[in-house]
């Protein structure tokens, strides 16, 4: 069982950064591929980012490549991401996603079977 807590979130201007964190509990976390996901006002939750949990690999969605950056770090339980060039359509309630020895395309298409209770991320034009 692992219990996710996302922090960091608020309100910036476009052009801005924000860091979002991602507090996971449980002794086992160096198992778990960890995703984030986000999901804008009227739409679907869609995948921003993921880490697999041998941290080997990194996988983002084409609209934040190149903005936004996924690393964990197991001695703290944590993961975050850097979002860098924010835009108005970066709004979205960001969502923190763990799932145990997960595949990069499984937790990118279903995420794992933890989520956290999200963070609002709001950008500003």
């Known amino acids: 069982q692992v219990q996710l807590a996302e922090s960091g979130g608020g309100l910036v201007q476009a052009g801005a950064s924000l860091r979002l964190s991602c507090a996971a509990s449980?002794?086992?976390?160096?198992?778990?591929?960890m995703a984030w996901f986000r999901q804008a006002p009227g739409k679907e939750r869609e995948f921003v980012a993921v880490i697999r949990w041998s941290g080997d690999s990194i996988y983002y969605a084409d609209s934040v490549k190149g903005r936004f950056t996924i690393s964990r770090d197991n001695a703290k339980n944590s993961v975050n991401l850097q979002m860098n060039t924010l835009k108005p359509e970066d709004t979205a309630v960001y969502y923190c996603n763990a799932g145990e020895k997960l595949g990069i395309l499984d937790a990118a298409t279903r995420g794992g079977d933890y989520w956290g209770q999200g963070t609002q991320v709001t950008v500003s034009s």
């Open positions: 449980g002794r086992t976390f160096s198992s778990y591929t």
